[in-house]
């Protein structure tokens, strides 16, 4: 999807795989063919530059909320010959010399929009694909202690998308790759941004079966080993099915992570992808470098990070007298 995840949320907020195509409940999701009966309320966001939008309505006969995703499509050089054909409507808006601008309708089949209906919604859910300022927060050790980590342990932070994944109860016909060892082993499979049409957008998440590691702040020597396998099998993996060359991967991490459970992001150094900045990401390679160098590096570590103004994190940090 978008850049729709610069920001940290809940697993509530998160638009996680699974729930893509699931309720809050986890009971299966209702397919749609159309948008018959839905009533629009509120264009929450749009980003013209992905030529993505994110809007708030309802669904006739219900008193619930949805919240819309909607992205268009890349180009597919596969179907690009299909589409450069009398199937495209061509309407001329202007001429100049040799110079013709149109707008062009192709058949729908190669004019797709990728859609994610949360439904039904939560406040939090509206909340995080609203426009908001973004703040940076900078986060020491000792406010990881005193802020951060009992906010994160205040919080309902339902992690059984998660379990379900690594226990083969949902989505196990995504999987690509695993390794079952349970201290160094993980879970390869990709991620709900990528259509897994076009590798230069590759999107690959991989999730460690350890539980109990939260995020980079609970890193040190011992999960070298666990780290390390990510990396190595992982590259290769995803070199076996996709062709792609481990010397045109970024893997990294991110803080503060989207769910609190280990999970490493794979994507095409082509790609453009969302949480991919400064102040969000960390490569994987520097974070087993730093933790070589200084075992405690990351428990230590000064983060910083972006959050939005109504983001509950942000708030605490402002209630404290931090921002």
């Known amino acids: 999807m978008a850049d729709h995840s610069e920001k940290h ?21 209702e397919a749609r063919d159309n948008f018959a009966g839905f009533k629009l309320i509120k264009v929450l966001n749009e980003n013209t530059r992905n030529k993505c939008i994110f809007v708030h309505g309802s669904f006739e006969g219900s008193d619930d909320d949805a919240v819309v995703l909607m992205e268009k499509t890349p180009f597919d050089k596969q179907s690009i010959s299909a589409m450069l054909t009398s199937t495209t409507d061509l309407k001329q808006v202007m001429q100049n010399d040799i110079y013709g601008v149109y707008t062009s309708s192709p058949p729908p089949d190669l004019n797709g929009i990728n859609t994610t209906i949360i439904y039904p919604a939560t406040d939090r859910h509206i909340m995080k694909y609203s426009a908001q300022q973004i703040y940076l927060i900078n986060e020491t050790a000792e406010e990881y202690q005193e802020i951060t980590l009992p906010f994160i342990e205040s919080q309902p932070f339902s992690l059984q998308w998660v379990y379900n994944i690594l226990d083969k109860k949902a989505e196990s016909d995504r999987i690509i790759f695993e390794d079952e060892d349970t201290d160094t082993g993980f879970i390869l499979l990709p991620d709900m941004k990528w259509d897994e049409k076009l590798t230069e ?9 350890k539980r109990g590691i939260r995020s980079l702040r609970d890193l040190g020597r011992e999960h070298l080993p666990l780290l390390n396998n990510i990396a190595k099998k992982g590259k290769e993996a995803i070199c076996t099915k996709y062709g792609v060359k481990e010397n045109q991967l970024r893997v990294y991490l991110h803080y503060q992570p989207s769910y609190y459970h280990l999970h490493v992001h794979f994507t095409h150094v082509n790609f453009d992808a969302p949480g991919m900045n400064i ?3 960390h490569l994987l390679l520097d974070v087993m470098e730093n933790i070589e160098m200084q075992s ?10 972006t959050a939005k103004e109504k983001d509950p994190l942000y708030l605490k940090y402002k209630a404290a007298g931090k921002m």
């Open 9 to 29: 949320v809940t697993e509530d907020d998160k638009a996680t795989p699974a729930k893509m195509r699931k309720l809050e409940s986890g009971d299966a999701a």
């Open 201 to 209: 957008n590759l999107y690959i998440i991989g999730i460690c079966h």
């Open 279 to 281: 102040g969000k990401a």
């Open 296 to 305: 405690d590096y990351y428990p230590k570590k000064t983060f910083t990070f």
